[in-house]
């Protein structure tokens, strides 16, 4: 209990040092030092919030307390009410504290790419990532959060055989981070004339949003080259060299873009996706290397992972790192997905939280 009322007092201190930052007159023409301020303040506001409740909680316990050695038996009551009350709240909010104190990933308030690949299954693979495609797109909408496509491989029968999008917002990768993985699906296909039931798999993959800072790319590890895009993209689209490729030659990792605008839109578009991609990978070396869990104890967040199953004739979804079913996999498709998301942000809490016990 000590330790933790010294870091909740070294909180403390730190937001109102932010706030006299903010406050002052002669930061506001510097942008970044504004920028970095508030970000870190707001890392903050939570836990410095229930910090001041608390602390009011424990000097209402000490006033009840002096006021239950009155003589004056109405005096007396009223403080054993009130003592009553206080000493229910103190164990909620010092539960919220424990919480809030848990260190938190320092990529939660990050941007995502996300890239979905129809997997086992042929065509109905494919069908199914474009299904997974367009569920997070209407949960991001749900959200306030906007999605710019990177790269998409049209399949013939529907779908996709890869799709890439950024999804842009608030805490984005905190609640999306838990879907790398392997999603299968049980269903009848279109194409099946006998009525089976039949199994396939899209995987999905994600990662956060690597800035400048994060990952520094040496430009003569680069290869760029620019080709004619093909597919919907507008009159301009087959007349024009507009399509980037980008290779890193060390690593051999690929990213294209050309959905953009223009040549130099996709070059950034395809250069975000190289530096999120090489962050990723930089993330599981430092993990692998000091032999801690894997990103996350949920999940490893490796394609190969089965993390959850769709199974449409029984209307289920079943996500099997937490053991939750579902029976309303229309809603879940229609990117009702709060539910799930809740109930591994939970879990994975609960867990840092036993880690942080022992």
């Known amino acids: 209990m000590n330790n933790m009322m010294e870091r909740l007092e070294t909180i403390a201190r730190r937001y109102e040092e932010l706030n006299e930052i903010l406050m ?42 002096e006021l239950m050695k009155e003589n004056d038996p109405e005096i007396k009551e009223m403080a054993e009410l009130e003592l009553s009350e206080l000493e229910e709240k103190k164990p909620q909010i010092e539960e919220k504290l424990h919480l809030e104190l848990i260190p938190k990933d320092p990529n ?76 299968r699906v049980q269903r009848v296909p ?20 690597a800035e400048e800072v994060d990952f520094e790319l040496n430009p003569s590890d680069l290869r760029i080259d620019t080709y004619r895009a093909s597919g919907a993209g507008g009159q301009h689209i ?54 801690s869990e894997r990103r996350s104890k949920i999940g490893t967040g490796d394609r190969s992972e089965k993390i959850r199953t769709y199974n449409y004739p029984q209307n289920r979804v079943t996500d099997h790192r937490i053991g939750l079913t579902i029976q309303q996999l229309d809603r879940i498709m229609e990117g009702k997905l709060d539910d799930i998301i809740e109930a591994l942000m939970n879990e994975d809490q609960r867990l840092k939280l036993l880690g942080e016990e022992q």
Not at 42 to 53: C, V
């Open 24 to 65: 002052d007159p002669s930061i506001a023409n510097d942008v970044q030092k504004m920028t970095e301020a508030s970000k870190e303040q707001a890392t903050l506001e939570n836990a410095y919030q229930l910090y001041q409740e608390y602390k009011r909680i424990l000097d209402g316990i000490e006033e009840a307390k």
């Open 108 to 183: 939660d308030n990050k941007n995502v790419i996300v890239e979905i690949r129809g997997a086992a299954g042929g065509d109905e693979g494919n069908i199914f990532a474009g299904d997974l495609y367009r569920m997070y797109v209407k949960y991001a909408e749900s959200q306030g959060w906007k999605i710019e496509v990177l790269e998409a491989q049209d399949s013939e029968a529907g779908g996709y055989s890869l799709i890439s999008f950024m999804i842009k917002g608030e805490g984005v990768y905190s609640k999306l981070k838990f879907e790398s993985g392997s999603h």
């Open 190 to 209: 279109k194409t099946e004339t006998q009525g089976r039931v039949h199994t396939s798999t899209a995987t999905v993959l994600v990662m956060p949003e």
């Open 238 to 291: 087959n007349k024009t060299d507009s399509a980037v490729r980008i290779t890193h030659i060390p690593t051999g990792v690929v990213t294209t873009s050309q959905d953009g605008r223009s040549q130099h839109d996709n070059r950034d578009k395809a250069m975000r996706a190289m530096r999120t991609k090489l962050y990723e990978m930089k993330l599981r070396e430092q993990e692998e290397a000091i032999g």
